[in-house]
Every structure is written in C-alpha cells, then in structure tokens.
C-alpha cells in the first residue's frame, strides 16, 4: 500500500519559515517524482511546485518561486518543502502528491497525503 | 497555462447524468497524441483523488459511470448516474507545461 505522510505544519509569523516533510512508503522512491500542491481555506487546489526523480530539476509555481525549495533525501524516502518569507496568503493545507507515468509519460498526482496545515499569521 | 471549468456548481438527482467542462489557454495536446488533462475529486474533508488521466483514461479504482473526454482545449468529464458518494468538488489540471495548473473546481451537490 502506497502511503504518503506529511509533517512540519504549524504556526508561523509573517517572514518567517517553515520545513514540510513528506514520508513516502510502498513505491520506488529514488525514481519517484513529486509534488506539492497546496489549499487556501475554502479555496481550491493551487500546485506549488515539483522535483524529478533521480536528483533532478525542480520547478515551481510564479507565486513560490525564489520563496521555496523542494528536495528530497532518497535514503529517508522523504520529500521536503522548504518555505521562506512566508505570506498570510500561503496559510493553508499543504498536500504532498506522487506524480505517476503511464508509458513513458510523465503525467497526473496519483498518490496523495492527508495535508499538514500551515497557518501564517502574526 | 489557464484553466476555466464550468459550470462552478451543480445539483443533480441520484440516478442522473452530470457534466463538468473544462477549457484550456492552449492546446493540452502533445505531439505524442496525449492530451496531458487530469480529472481529480476531493470529497468533504478528504485529500483530492485522481479519477481520469491523459483526458480519458479512468484511474485505478475508479467507477465506470466516469468519463473523461474531449482534446485540444476543451474537456468534459462526464458522470452517468450521479451517486450520493460522488459529491465533493471536481477539479480539472493540466501537466503539459511543466508548471501545472489547476480549474477553479466545481462544486457537485446532491
């Protein structure tokens, strides 16, 4: 069974940061790649960003983009989301996700966690 | 890449068939004939779950009443036979870019 645990969430004031972690078990992580998508309350889902399997590139959404960081321990079968300069506007559930491929192709987020909430707020 | 779903909600009787459309900036087709559109349902206080991929193709698990179709840039999920399980909010998303994006959701009411 394929289970995906995030963890880090939390309080944290305006500027400040934040490290998520997401436990991936039952898949092959080192190839894995990933994601992180992320929900404001009662707003829909916003994608923050990805990182390739096998030590690749990352990519991120214009929103986060110079703010965070994804990496990933291959050893620890662990993704990270590293948050800087934290906005009000980034409060919300944060959800890590498995990005799959289907014959050859790099496709949809078949894999989620259960969210770690994050709240920005002075 | 902008995602615009319609209608924004829908009430639909247990039994009846119901529509999602989704319509891309750009094409979502790609030149290996993929069109690179997900389909994805978060019920009441669950994370989302995948139900059609690459446009049409139903995820593992996935009811046969769901369909994905359409190419380029426009979309429909379609639902046969609504069920009182299927109520949550429905969200389309492109991978074609490497920057994904998601529809605003569509709230599926009983």
């Known amino acids: 069974e394929v289970q995906l645990v995030e963890s880090g969430g939390g309080l944290v004031k305006p500027g400040g940061s934040l490290s998520l972690s997401c436990v991936v078990s039952?898949?092959?992580?080192?190839?894995?790649?990933m994601s992180w998508v992320r929900q404001a309350p009662g707003r829909g889902l916003e994608w923050v960003g990805r990182?390739?399997?096998?030590?690749?590139?990352?990519d991120y959404a214009a929103d986060v983009k110079g703010r965070f960081t994804i990496s990933r321990d291959d050893s620890k079968n662990t993704v990270y989301l590293q948050m800087n300069s934290l906005k009000i506007e980034d409060s919300g559930v944060y959800y890590c996700s498995h990005i799959t491929m289907f014959r050859g192709v790099v496709t949809s987020l078949d894999f989620w966690g259960q969210g770690t909430q994050v709240t920005v707020s002075s | 890449i902008v995602m615009t779903q319609s209608p924004l909600s829908l009430s639909v009787t247990p039994g009846e068939p119901a529509s999602i459309s989704c319509r891309s900036s750009?094409?979502?087709?790609?030149?290996?004939?993929?069109?690179?559109l997900d389909w994805y349902l978060q019920k009441p206080g669950q994370s989302p779950q995948l139900l059609i991929y690459l446009g049409s193709y139903r995820a593992s698990g996935v009811p046969d009443r769901f369909s994905g179709s359409g190419s380029g840039t426009d979309f429909t999920l379609q639902i046969s036979r609504v069920e009182a399980e299927d109520v949550g909010v429905y969200y389309c998303m492109q991978t074609l870019q490497s920057l994904y994006t998601f529809g605003q959701g569509t709230k599926l009411e009983i």
């Open positions: 990182i390739v399997g096998g030590g690749g590139p990352t």
């Open positions: 039952g898949l092959s992580f080192s190839d894995a790649w």
């Open positions: 750009q094409s979502l087709l790609h030149s290996n004939a993929y069109n690179y």
